[in-house]
Protein backbone atom coordinates (compact mmCIF):
# COMPACT_ATOMS: atom_id res chain seq x y z
CA UNK A 1 0.00 0.00 0.00
CA UNK A 2 0.99 3.70 -0.24
CA UNK A 3 1.43 6.35 1.93
CA UNK A 4 -1.40 7.62 1.33
CA UNK A 5 -3.56 4.89 1.50
CA UNK A 6 -1.91 4.14 4.59
CA UNK A 7 -2.87 7.50 6.07
CA UNK A 8 -6.17 7.64 4.73
CA UNK A 9 -6.96 4.32 6.00
CA UNK A 10 -5.23 5.27 9.90
CA UNK A 11 -7.27 8.34 10.22
CA UNK A 12 -10.60 7.17 9.33
CA UNK A 13 -10.41 3.87 11.65
CA UNK A 14 -9.42 6.56 14.72
CA UNK A 15 -12.15 8.77 14.35
CA UNK A 16 -14.74 6.96 16.00
CA UNK A 17 -12.68 6.65 19.15
CA UNK A 18 -12.61 10.41 19.20
CA UNK A 19 -16.51 10.63 18.32
CA UNK A 20 -16.43 8.45 21.73
CA UNK A 21 -14.31 10.78 23.88
CA UNK A 22 -15.90 13.78 22.26
CA UNK A 23 -19.71 12.40 23.11
CA UNK A 24 -18.53 11.50 27.18
CA UNK A 25 -17.27 14.41 27.52
CA UNK A 26 -19.55 17.08 25.92
CA UNK A 27 -22.92 15.16 25.18
CA UNK A 28 -25.14 13.43 23.92
CA UNK A 29 -24.20 10.07 25.30
CA UNK A 30 -26.94 6.99 24.44
CA UNK A 31 -28.46 5.73 27.54
CA UNK A 32 -28.28 1.94 28.29
CA UNK A 33 -31.05 0.02 29.15
CA UNK A 34 -32.05 -3.22 29.77
CA UNK A 35 -35.70 -3.10 29.23
CA UNK A 36 -36.86 -3.06 25.05
CA UNK A 37 -39.63 -1.35 26.25
CA UNK A 38 -38.32 1.31 28.45
CA UNK A 39 -35.87 1.93 25.39
CA UNK A 40 -38.76 2.23 22.93
CA UNK A 41 -40.27 4.90 24.85
CA UNK A 42 -37.70 6.83 25.82
CA UNK A 43 -36.45 6.79 22.17
CA UNK A 44 -40.42 7.83 20.96
CA UNK A 45 -40.41 10.68 23.67
CA UNK A 46 -37.20 12.29 22.98
CA UNK A 47 -36.08 11.98 26.38
CA UNK A 48 -32.76 13.21 27.72
CA UNK A 49 -31.32 13.32 31.42
CA UNK A 50 -27.73 13.70 31.02
CA UNK A 51 -24.80 15.04 33.97
CA UNK A 52 -22.02 14.25 32.13
CA UNK A 53 -18.91 14.61 34.39
CA UNK A 54 -15.45 13.56 31.62
CA UNK A 55 -14.77 17.44 31.40
CA UNK A 56 -14.36 16.89 35.45
CA UNK A 57 -11.79 14.14 35.09
CA UNK A 58 -10.15 15.95 31.84
CA UNK A 59 -9.91 19.94 33.28
CA UNK A 60 -8.75 18.45 37.04
CA UNK A 61 -5.56 17.49 34.98
CA UNK A 62 -5.89 20.34 32.52
CA UNK A 63 -5.95 23.13 35.00
CA UNK A 64 -2.58 21.64 36.48
CA UNK A 65 -0.58 22.39 33.21
CA UNK A 66 0.59 25.89 33.16
CA UNK A 67 3.43 26.83 31.20
CA UNK A 68 4.63 30.38 33.23
CA UNK A 69 7.30 31.16 30.73
CA UNK A 70 9.40 30.35 27.69
CA UNK A 71 13.40 30.87 27.00
CA UNK A 72 16.10 30.41 25.34
CA UNK A 73 20.20 30.72 26.04
CA UNK A 74 19.97 34.26 24.95
CA UNK A 75 17.76 37.46 24.93
CA UNK A 76 17.27 37.61 21.70
CA UNK A 77 16.28 34.44 20.75
CA UNK A 78 14.01 34.22 23.96
CA UNK A 79 12.37 37.93 22.57
CA UNK A 80 11.71 35.59 18.78
CA UNK A 81 9.66 33.33 20.80
CA UNK A 82 7.61 36.19 22.47
CA UNK A 83 6.98 37.96 19.17
CA UNK A 84 5.80 34.75 17.87
CA UNK A 85 3.65 33.35 20.43
CA UNK A 86 2.15 37.02 20.84
CA UNK A 87 1.11 36.93 16.65
CA UNK A 88 -0.01 33.55 17.56
CA UNK A 89 -1.87 33.94 20.67
CA UNK A 90 0.11 30.90 22.15
CA UNK A 91 -0.94 31.94 26.22
CA UNK A 92 -4.75 30.69 25.28
CA UNK A 93 -3.20 27.87 22.11
CA UNK A 94 -0.97 26.35 24.24
CA UNK A 95 -3.53 25.38 27.35
CA UNK A 96 -6.38 24.37 24.28
CA UNK A 97 -3.80 21.69 22.61
CA UNK A 98 -2.90 20.13 25.82
CA UNK A 99 -6.57 19.74 27.07
CA UNK A 100 -7.72 18.69 23.42
CA UNK A 101 -4.60 15.69 24.03
CA UNK A 102 -6.42 14.58 27.70
CA UNK A 103 -10.18 15.39 26.11
CA UNK A 104 -9.36 12.81 22.82
CA UNK A 105 -5.85 11.36 23.67
CA UNK A 106 -4.12 13.57 20.53
CA UNK A 107 -3.88 16.78 19.35
CA UNK A 108 -1.11 18.08 16.92
CA UNK A 109 0.86 21.66 16.19
CA UNK A 110 2.31 22.70 12.94
CA UNK A 111 4.37 25.48 12.49
CA UNK A 112 5.28 27.11 8.72
CA UNK A 113 6.50 30.51 7.68
CA UNK A 114 4.01 33.13 6.70
CA UNK A 115 4.57 33.56 3.13
CA UNK A 116 3.44 36.90 0.94
CA UNK A 117 2.15 37.24 -2.13
CA UNK A 118 4.94 35.50 -4.49
CA UNK A 119 5.11 32.78 -1.59
CA UNK A 120 8.23 33.65 -0.08
CA UNK A 121 8.79 33.60 3.52
CA UNK A 122 8.47 36.84 5.23
CA UNK A 123 11.17 37.40 7.72
CA UNK A 124 10.42 37.11 11.45
CA UNK A 125 6.98 36.01 11.04
CA UNK A 126 5.49 31.83 11.44
CA UNK A 127 1.98 30.68 11.88
CA UNK A 128 1.38 28.79 14.01
CA UNK A 129 -1.87 26.18 13.41
CA UNK A 130 -3.74 23.80 15.82
CA UNK A 131 -5.12 20.63 14.25
CA UNK A 132 -7.59 18.44 15.85
CA UNK A 133 -6.82 13.98 15.92
CA UNK A 134 -9.38 13.75 13.47
CA UNK A 135 -8.53 15.73 10.47
CA UNK A 136 -4.46 15.38 11.30
CA UNK A 137 -3.06 11.68 12.16
CA UNK A 138 0.87 11.06 12.34
CA UNK A 139 2.18 7.79 11.24
CA UNK A 140 5.43 6.33 12.80
CA UNK A 141 8.67 4.45 11.08
CA UNK A 142 8.04 0.85 12.32
CA UNK A 143 11.29 0.18 12.43
CA UNK A 144 12.18 3.39 14.51
CA UNK A 145 8.85 3.91 16.93
CA UNK A 146 9.98 7.31 17.91
CA UNK A 147 10.43 8.58 14.10
CA UNK A 148 7.46 10.15 12.39
CA UNK A 149 7.22 8.93 8.66
CA UNK A 150 4.43 10.71 7.14
CA UNK A 151 1.85 13.11 8.58
CA UNK A 152 -1.50 13.60 7.21
CA UNK A 153 -4.22 16.43 6.94
CA UNK A 154 -7.14 15.59 5.61
CA UNK A 155 -10.17 18.38 5.19
CA UNK A 156 -13.00 19.36 2.92
CA UNK A 157 -13.44 22.30 0.32
CA UNK A 158 -16.08 23.19 -2.45
CA UNK A 159 -15.38 23.84 -5.67
CA UNK A 160 -16.31 27.08 -7.72
CA UNK A 161 -19.61 25.31 -8.51
CA UNK A 162 -20.75 24.07 -5.09
CA UNK A 163 -19.34 20.79 -4.87
CA UNK A 164 -17.81 19.28 -2.23
CA UNK A 165 -14.02 17.43 -2.48
CA UNK A 166 -11.58 15.84 0.07
CA UNK A 167 -8.18 17.75 0.20
CA UNK A 168 -5.71 15.92 1.95
CA UNK A 169 -1.39 16.47 2.16
CA UNK A 170 0.65 13.98 3.09
CA UNK A 171 3.62 15.83 4.95
CA UNK A 172 7.45 14.38 5.31
CA UNK A 173 10.69 16.00 6.47
CA UNK A 174 11.67 16.79 3.47
CA UNK A 175 8.71 17.84 1.20
CA UNK A 176 4.37 17.94 1.35
CA UNK A 177 2.00 16.26 -0.88
CA UNK A 178 -0.83 18.13 -2.55
CA UNK A 179 -3.70 15.84 -3.41
CA UNK A 180 -7.31 16.64 -4.10
CA UNK A 181 -10.59 13.99 -4.60
CA UNK A 182 -11.68 13.40 -8.02
CA UNK A 183 -15.39 13.59 -6.67
CA UNK A 184 -17.31 12.58 -3.52
CA UNK A 185 -15.23 9.21 -2.74
CA UNK A 186 -12.00 9.66 -0.74
CA UNK A 187 -11.69 6.64 1.30
CA UNK A 188 -8.53 5.12 -0.80
CA UNK A 189 -5.34 6.59 -2.87
CA UNK A 190 -7.11 6.27 -6.10
CA UNK A 191 -9.35 8.27 -5.50
CA UNK A 192 -7.32 11.30 -5.68
CA UNK A 193 -5.20 13.24 -7.70
CA UNK A 194 -2.55 15.79 -7.36
CA UNK A 195 -3.93 19.11 -6.59
CA UNK A 196 -1.49 22.43 -7.79
CA UNK A 197 -3.11 25.06 -6.99
CA UNK A 198 -2.72 28.75 -5.42
CA UNK A 199 0.99 29.55 -7.23
CA UNK A 200 2.55 26.00 -5.85
CA UNK A 201 3.19 22.69 -7.10
CA UNK A 202 1.88 19.67 -6.47
CA UNK A 203 4.80 18.64 -4.14
CA UNK A 204 6.62 21.38 -2.20
CA UNK A 205 9.91 21.33 -0.85
CA UNK A 206 10.28 21.45 2.86
CA UNK A 207 13.60 22.79 4.57
CA UNK A 208 12.99 22.83 8.06
CA UNK A 209 12.26 19.19 9.13
CA UNK A 210 9.16 17.34 9.93
CA UNK A 211 6.80 20.52 10.55
CA UNK A 212 4.23 18.07 13.04
CA UNK A 213 3.92 18.09 16.41
CA UNK A 214 2.08 15.49 18.20
CA UNK A 215 0.84 15.70 21.86
CA UNK A 216 -0.51 12.66 23.71
CA UNK A 217 -0.39 11.71 27.07
CA UNK A 218 1.58 8.86 27.08
CA UNK A 219 4.93 10.29 26.34
CA UNK A 220 6.23 7.12 24.81
CA UNK A 221 8.25 7.63 21.38
CA UNK A 222 5.22 6.34 18.28
CA UNK A 223 2.35 5.36 20.60
CA UNK A 224 -1.19 7.68 20.74
CA UNK A 225 -3.13 9.06 23.87
CA UNK A 226 -6.07 7.69 26.06
CA UNK A 227 -9.32 10.03 26.81
CA UNK A 228 -8.09 10.79 30.16
CA UNK A 229 -11.50 10.20 31.24
CA UNK A 230 -12.16 6.93 29.43
CA UNK A 231 -11.40 5.17 32.42
CA UNK A 232 -15.06 6.75 33.56
CA UNK A 233 -17.11 5.81 30.80
CA UNK A 234 -18.54 3.02 32.64
CA UNK A 235 -18.96 5.28 35.45
CA UNK A 236 -21.00 7.47 33.69
CA UNK A 237 -23.53 4.98 31.82
CA UNK A 238 -24.14 3.92 35.34
CA UNK A 239 -24.56 7.60 36.27
CA UNK A 240 -27.21 7.99 33.43
CA UNK A 241 -29.08 5.15 34.42
CA UNK A 242 -29.59 6.14 37.60
CA UNK A 243 -30.58 9.84 36.77
CA UNK A 244 -33.05 8.60 34.25
CA UNK A 245 -34.61 6.28 36.71
CA UNK A 246 -35.13 8.71 39.69
CA UNK A 247 -36.27 11.18 37.03
CA UNK A 248 -39.04 8.77 36.15
CA UNK A 249 -39.92 8.38 39.84
CA UNK A 250 -40.69 12.05 39.97
CA UNK A 251 -43.15 11.64 37.33
CA UNK A 252 -44.92 8.76 39.75
CA UNK A 253 -44.48 11.33 42.27
CA UNK A 254 -46.40 13.77 41.14
CA UNK A 255 -49.27 11.60 38.92
CA UNK A 256 -48.89 8.30 41.15
CA UNK A 257 -50.05 4.85 40.25
CA UNK A 258 -53.59 2.94 41.03
CA UNK A 259 -54.72 -0.47 41.18
CA UNK A 260 -57.80 -2.21 42.07
CA UNK A 261 -58.11 -5.54 44.60
CA UNK A 262 -60.45 -8.19 43.42
CA UNK A 263 -62.18 -10.61 45.68
CA UNK A 264 -61.77 -14.47 45.03
CA UNK A 265 -64.28 -15.79 42.76
CA UNK A 266 -64.94 -12.30 40.86
CA UNK A 267 -64.32 -11.90 37.25
CA UNK A 268 -60.63 -10.68 36.41
CA UNK A 269 -58.70 -8.88 34.19
CA UNK A 270 -58.31 -8.73 30.45
CA UNK A 271 -56.99 -12.40 29.36
CA UNK A 272 -54.35 -10.62 27.52
CA UNK A 273 -53.13 -8.24 30.76
CA UNK A 274 -50.95 -10.97 31.98
CA UNK A 275 -48.94 -10.79 28.85
CA UNK A 276 -45.04 -9.53 28.81
CA UNK A 277 -44.88 -6.25 28.54
CA UNK A 278 -42.42 -6.98 25.45
CA UNK A 279 -45.45 -8.37 23.57
CA UNK A 280 -46.77 -4.86 23.21
CA UNK A 281 -45.68 -2.00 21.36
CA UNK A 282 -45.92 1.73 23.11
CA UNK A 283 -47.98 3.71 21.21
CA UNK A 284 -46.59 7.36 19.92
CA UNK A 285 -48.15 8.99 22.85
CA UNK A 286 -46.64 6.57 25.58
CA UNK A 287 -50.63 6.44 26.55
CA UNK A 288 -51.36 2.77 25.50
CA UNK A 289 -49.83 -0.35 24.87
CA UNK A 290 -51.23 -2.96 21.55
CA UNK A 291 -50.24 -6.72 20.74
CA UNK A 292 -47.52 -6.70 18.47
CA UNK A 293 -49.85 -8.32 15.64
CA UNK A 294 -52.39 -5.38 16.13
CA UNK A 295 -55.47 -7.56 17.50
CA UNK A 296 -55.16 -7.22 21.13
CA UNK A 297 -55.15 -4.41 23.73
CA UNK A 298 -53.65 -4.69 27.01
CA UNK A 299 -55.73 -2.49 29.32
CA UNK A 300 -52.30 -2.04 31.78
CA UNK A 301 -50.54 0.90 31.57
CA UNK A 302 -47.43 1.80 33.61
CA UNK A 303 -48.08 5.64 32.76
CA UNK A 304 -47.64 8.54 35.16
CA UNK A 305 -51.57 8.99 36.60
CA UNK A 306 -52.85 5.87 34.90
CA UNK A 307 -55.74 3.44 36.85
CA UNK A 308 -55.47 -0.36 36.65
CA UNK A 309 -58.72 -1.45 35.30
CA UNK A 310 -59.21 -5.03 36.99
CA UNK A 311 -62.76 -6.55 36.85
CA UNK A 312 -64.10 -7.02 40.30
CA UNK A 313 -62.18 -4.97 41.98
CA UNK A 314 -62.99 -4.04 45.84
CA UNK A 315 -60.40 -1.86 46.71
CA UNK A 316 -57.84 0.79 45.51
CA UNK A 317 -54.21 1.06 46.35
CA UNK A 318 -51.38 3.45 44.91
CA UNK A 319 -48.07 1.98 44.00
CA UNK A 320 -45.54 4.44 45.40
CA UNK A 321 -42.12 4.88 43.49
CA UNK A 322 -38.94 4.16 44.77
CA UNK A 323 -37.13 6.22 47.45
CA UNK A 324 -35.12 8.85 45.83
CA UNK A 325 -32.49 7.33 48.65
CA UNK A 326 -32.37 4.58 46.46
CA UNK A 327 -30.91 6.55 43.64
CA UNK A 328 -29.14 8.74 45.34
CA UNK A 329 -26.93 6.55 47.61
CA UNK A 330 -25.84 4.67 44.38
CA UNK A 331 -25.02 7.29 42.97
CA UNK A 332 -22.55 8.86 45.84
CA UNK A 333 -21.04 4.97 45.62
CA UNK A 334 -20.60 5.17 41.84
CA UNK A 335 -18.84 8.20 42.11
CA UNK A 336 -16.54 7.05 44.12
CA UNK A 337 -15.79 3.92 42.42
CA UNK A 338 -15.34 6.67 39.59
CA UNK A 339 -13.22 8.86 41.68
CA UNK A 340 -10.88 6.20 42.43
CA UNK A 341 -10.22 4.67 38.88
CA UNK A 342 -9.78 8.54 37.05
CA UNK A 343 -7.37 9.60 40.24
CA UNK A 344 -9.40 12.61 40.32
CA UNK A 345 -10.79 14.19 44.35
CA UNK A 346 -14.41 13.49 45.44
CA UNK A 347 -14.17 17.32 46.06
CA UNK A 348 -14.18 17.71 42.81
CA UNK A 349 -17.44 15.60 41.75
CA UNK A 350 -19.28 17.89 44.35
CA UNK A 351 -18.04 21.45 45.31
CA UNK A 352 -20.95 22.12 47.53
CA UNK A 353 -19.65 20.07 50.58
CA UNK A 354 -16.83 20.31 52.72
CA UNK A 355 -13.42 20.94 50.75
CA UNK A 356 -10.08 19.67 52.10
CA UNK A 357 -7.58 22.01 53.22
CA UNK A 358 -4.21 21.79 54.11
CA UNK A 359 -2.33 18.32 55.14
CA UNK A 360 -5.79 16.79 54.06
CA UNK A 361 -5.91 18.33 50.48
CA UNK A 362 -2.41 17.58 49.82
CA UNK A 363 -2.99 13.70 50.81
CA UNK A 364 -6.54 14.02 48.70
CA UNK A 365 -5.01 15.68 45.54
CA UNK A 366 -1.75 13.50 45.89
CA UNK A 367 -2.69 10.95 43.14
CA UNK A 368 -4.06 13.36 40.84
CA UNK A 369 -1.04 15.52 41.23
CA UNK A 370 1.13 12.47 39.98
CA UNK A 371 -1.03 12.41 37.32
CA UNK A 372 -0.65 15.76 36.33
CA UNK A 373 2.79 15.33 37.24
CA UNK A 374 3.28 12.50 34.48
CA UNK A 375 1.33 14.61 31.76
CA UNK A 376 3.39 17.08 32.43
CA UNK A 377 6.69 15.42 31.24
CA UNK A 378 4.92 13.27 28.54
CA UNK A 379 3.81 17.19 27.28
CA UNK A 380 7.07 19.11 27.97
CA UNK A 381 9.24 17.59 25.61
CA UNK A 382 6.93 18.21 22.67
CA UNK A 383 6.58 21.94 23.52
CA UNK A 384 10.49 22.24 23.53
CA UNK A 385 11.11 20.70 20.02
CA UNK A 386 8.09 22.75 18.85
CA UNK A 387 9.82 25.65 19.38
CA UNK A 388 12.81 24.52 18.35
CA UNK A 389 11.48 24.29 15.26
CA UNK A 390 10.02 27.61 15.19
CA UNK A 391 13.13 29.00 16.03
CA UNK A 392 14.42 27.09 13.37
CA UNK A 393 12.17 28.51 10.72
CA UNK A 394 13.48 31.63 11.92
CA UNK A 395 17.08 30.89 10.98
CA UNK A 396 18.56 30.03 14.78
CA UNK A 397 19.77 26.55 13.91
CA UNK A 398 19.65 24.07 17.28
CA UNK A 399 18.17 26.67 19.69
CA UNK A 400 17.82 25.18 23.03
CA UNK A 401 14.80 26.02 24.81
CA UNK A 402 13.36 25.86 28.42
CA UNK A 403 9.75 26.24 29.95
CA UNK A 404 9.33 26.99 32.95
CA UNK A 405 5.68 25.28 34.62
CA UNK A 406 3.43 26.30 37.51
CA UNK A 407 3.79 24.18 40.51
CA UNK A 408 1.24 21.18 40.60
CA UNK A 409 0.50 20.52 44.00
CA UNK A 410 -2.51 21.98 45.13
CA UNK A 411 -1.64 23.80 48.74
CA UNK A 412 -3.28 26.85 50.81
CA UNK A 413 -1.06 30.17 50.83
CA UNK A 414 -0.89 29.65 54.44
CA UNK A 415 0.72 26.25 54.27
CA UNK A 416 3.09 27.46 51.46
CA UNK A 417 4.12 30.48 53.17
CA UNK A 418 4.88 28.01 56.21
CA UNK A 419 7.18 25.54 53.83
CA UNK A 420 8.62 28.53 52.75
CA UNK A 421 9.73 29.61 55.81
CA UNK A 422 11.03 26.06 56.91
CA UNK A 423 13.06 26.32 53.81
CA UNK A 424 15.19 29.47 54.82
CA UNK A 425 15.41 28.29 58.17
CA UNK A 426 17.71 25.37 56.96
CA UNK A 427 19.24 27.56 54.62
CA UNK A 428 17.36 27.35 51.11
CA UNK A 429 18.68 30.57 48.86
CA UNK A 430 15.76 32.70 48.96
CA UNK A 431 15.68 32.44 45.11
CA UNK A 432 14.90 28.73 45.23
CA UNK A 433 12.23 29.29 48.03
CA UNK A 434 10.09 31.98 45.89
CA UNK A 435 10.31 29.95 42.83
CA UNK A 436 8.69 27.11 44.27
CA UNK A 437 6.06 29.83 45.70
CA UNK A 438 5.09 30.06 41.86
CA UNK A 439 6.72 33.66 41.12
CA UNK A 440 8.19 33.43 37.58
CA UNK A 441 11.92 33.56 37.66
CA UNK A 442 12.29 36.84 35.93
CA UNK A 443 10.34 38.39 38.86
CA UNK A 444 12.51 36.81 41.35
CA UNK A 445 16.08 37.60 39.56
CA UNK A 446 14.65 41.05 39.65
CA UNK A 447 14.11 41.25 43.46
CA UNK A 448 17.48 39.32 43.95
CA UNK A 449 19.09 42.54 42.11
CA UNK A 450 17.53 45.05 43.97
CA UNK A 451 19.50 44.18 46.98
CA UNK A 452 17.09 42.04 49.48
CA UNK A 453 18.44 38.42 48.33
CA UNK A 454 19.86 36.26 50.95
CA UNK A 455 18.96 38.87 53.93
CA UNK A 456 16.76 36.31 56.04
CA UNK A 457 19.48 33.89 56.15
CA UNK A 458 21.77 36.65 57.00
CA UNK A 459 20.16 37.69 59.61
CA UNK A 460 20.03 34.14 61.65
CA UNK A 461 23.54 34.02 60.47
CA UNK A 462 24.10 37.37 62.82
CA UNK A 463 22.49 35.96 65.97
CA UNK A 464 24.77 33.17 65.27
CA UNK A 465 27.68 34.87 64.84
CA UNK A 466 27.16 36.78 68.28
CA UNK A 467 26.80 33.11 70.34
CA UNK A 468 29.83 32.09 68.24
CA UNK A 469 31.74 35.37 69.72
CA UNK A 470 31.34 34.20 73.25
CA UNK A 471 32.68 30.65 72.21
CA UNK A 472 35.39 32.53 70.99
CA UNK A 473 35.93 34.66 74.22
CA UNK A 474 36.01 31.56 76.13
CA UNK A 475 38.59 29.35 73.63
CA UNK A 476 41.37 32.42 74.28
CA UNK A 477 41.00 32.31 77.99
CA UNK A 478 41.45 28.84 78.16
CA UNK A 479 44.66 29.11 76.00
CA UNK A 480 43.10 27.15 73.34
CA UNK A 481 43.38 30.33 70.15
CA UNK A 482 45.13 33.18 70.46
CA UNK A 483 43.86 36.41 69.59
CA UNK A 484 44.66 37.11 66.28
CA UNK A 485 43.61 33.50 64.92
CA UNK A 486 39.91 34.99 66.51
CA UNK A 487 39.92 38.47 64.46
CA UNK A 488 40.85 36.35 61.18
CA UNK A 489 38.29 33.98 61.89
CA UNK A 490 35.38 36.89 62.70
CA UNK A 491 36.72 39.03 60.28
CA UNK A 492 35.66 36.02 57.58
CA UNK A 493 32.11 35.14 58.91
CA UNK A 494 31.21 38.87 59.24
CA UNK A 495 32.06 39.30 55.26
CA UNK A 496 30.13 36.04 54.66
CA UNK A 497 26.81 37.63 56.63
CA UNK A 498 27.14 41.21 55.33
CA UNK A 499 27.92 39.88 51.88
CA UNK A 500 30.61 42.03 49.82
CA UNK A 501 31.57 45.62 50.06
CA UNK A 502 29.61 48.10 47.37
CA UNK A 503 33.13 47.71 45.44
CA UNK A 504 32.68 43.87 45.22
CA UNK A 505 36.07 43.30 47.24
CA UNK A 506 33.80 41.56 50.45
Known amino acids: MSDLDDALKAIDDAAPGYDKAKAYSDGPVEEVFTSRRVRRLLRDQGVEFETLHGDVVIDAVADKLTVEAITSDTEARTKLIAEVDEANNMAQVRPAVMRRALQLGDSYLSAWPVLDAAGNPVKGKVLISVHSPKAMRVLYDEDEPGTPRVAIQKWVVKTPVGAKRTRVDLLYDDRIEHYISRGARSSKAGDFQPYEAEGRDAVEENPYGFPVFHFHGTGLPGEYGTPEHKCFYGTQNKLLKLEIGD????????????????????????????????????????????????????????????????????????????????????????????????????????????????????????????????????????????????????????????????????????????????????????????????????????????????????????????????????????????????????????????????????
Open 247 to 506: MAGVDFNTLPQRLGLRDAGKPGPSPVDDLDEDEFLASPDGQRTSSTTGDRKSKLSSEPGSFWDLEGYRDVKQLDPGSPAVFLDRREAYLREGSVVSKTPLHLFDRTGQIPSGESLKTANEPLDNKARRRRTAFDPTWRGFYGFMLKILGQEDAPVTLTWAPIESTDKTTKLNQAKQEQEVGVPVGQSLMGLGYKPDDVKRWLDDGDGGLPQRIAMVAQLGAAVGDFASAVAAGLMDQATVQQVIAKLVGDVTGPDDDGTG
